[in-house]
């Protein structure tokens, strides 16, 4: 990736960004190197039997770069084409590249993921479910090699299915407003239990319940960012130096959490019911803040914070 290709300043929406324009922006200029660069053509061999258009990346972009200097791998999904799912060749993309971080000694040490996928490609639904139990399982090999692992989540799909659980495997999480995450999308728990249980297109149920103040309020994410590219690279160097060690006393922390969270919020039935068991005077003020204002709230909430450090 060129200079020339880094059109996204530090003030673009990551969430109306494509993959390559989130990297360029993300990275520092001219740092970006592609493994299977465009001209190879990684494609899927399983889409011209349903008479749908292939992308020559299959939707994910892998290579390595630099973050302020800082020597990095990145992996990024595209939300735009096919939902940003995993699928045989994009799955195996990162697969190959999380393998290689726990591998490779002259690799750098810190692998960036960013998620914007609703989950496995529905065209190719065994291989997507296997990739991601094999994405799963080199996120947890790579961590336990020490590895860090940062999931970068604003996209238009956002993370649910198996990119909300690869995105809970990885050492640090980060959202921002517009961000949303979940093991099961809106649109399928409508599908599957009715519009009486959850309406996908009441936007403001949809981002009160999946998405990025919500999972930040209840310590679903570990960090904040807004809704810019600078915003996401301030926040993934913050975090890339305080990832947790992958051990047994992180495990049990992080099972101490959960359970503590359960007890909290098990009996809640809305955000803005969770949102006061967490004692914020106004709850219905959450949604209307600006970023400044709910990182300040957010600070001062108990619980919102990773306990596994």
């Not at 045989?88 to 000694?105: F, H, Q, T, Y």
């Not at 890339?240 to 919020?265: G, I, K, S, V, Y």
């Not at 809305?270 to 949604?287: G, H, N, T």
Request: glycine share 12%.
């Amino acid at each position: 990736m060129s200079d020339t290709e880094n059109s996204t300043s530090d003030t673009g929406s990551w969430f109306l960004s494509t993959a390559r324009e989130r990297l360029a922006g993300l990275l520092d200029p001219g740092s970006f190197t592609e493994f299977l660069q465009p001209t190879e053509r990684v494609v899927s061999p399983h889409l011209a039997l349903f008479d749908l258009p292939a992308a020559f990346d299959d939707g994910v972009v892998i290579g390595r770069g630099r973050l302020e200097g800082r020597e990095v791998l990145v992996a990024a999904q595209e939300g735009q084409f096919m939902g940003g799912t995993f699928a045989e060749v994009s799955g195996a993309k990162l697969v190959g590249l999380l393998r290689a971080a726990r591998a490779d000694a002259k690799l750098p040490r810190t692998v960036l993921l960013l998620l914007d996928s609703g989950g496995v490609r529905l065209q190719e639904a065994n291989a997507g479910e296997l990739a991601v139990a094999e994405v799963m399982r080199a996120v947890v090999e790579a961590r336990a090699a020490g590895v860090t692992v940062v999931a970068l989540v604003g996209g238009r799909a956002g993370a649910f299915g198996g990119a909300g659980l690869t995105a809970a495997t990885c050492s640090r999480i980060v959202l921002s407003e517009q961000g949303r995450t979940g093991v099961t999308g809106p649109e399928v728990i409508e599908t599957n239990k009715g519009v009486e249980e959850f309406d996908s297109r009441d936007k403001a149920l949809v981002w009160s319940v999946t998405g990025g103040r919500s999972r930040r309020l209840i310590g679903g994410a570990d960090a904040y960012a807004d809704d810019t590219v600078a915003g996401f690279r301030k926040t993934a160097l913050i975090l890339m130096e305080r990832a947790p060690a992958f051990d047994l006393a992180t495990l049990q922390a992080e099972q101490a959490r959960l359970a503590a969270r359960a007890q909290r919020f098990g009996a809640c039935e809305s955000a803005a019911q969770m949102w006061k068991a967490l004692a914020i005077p106004d709850a219905q003020s959450v949604r209307n803040m600006d970023d400044e204002a709910f990182t300040a709230l957010v600070a001062g909430v108990g619980g919102a914070d990773h306990d596994a450090r």
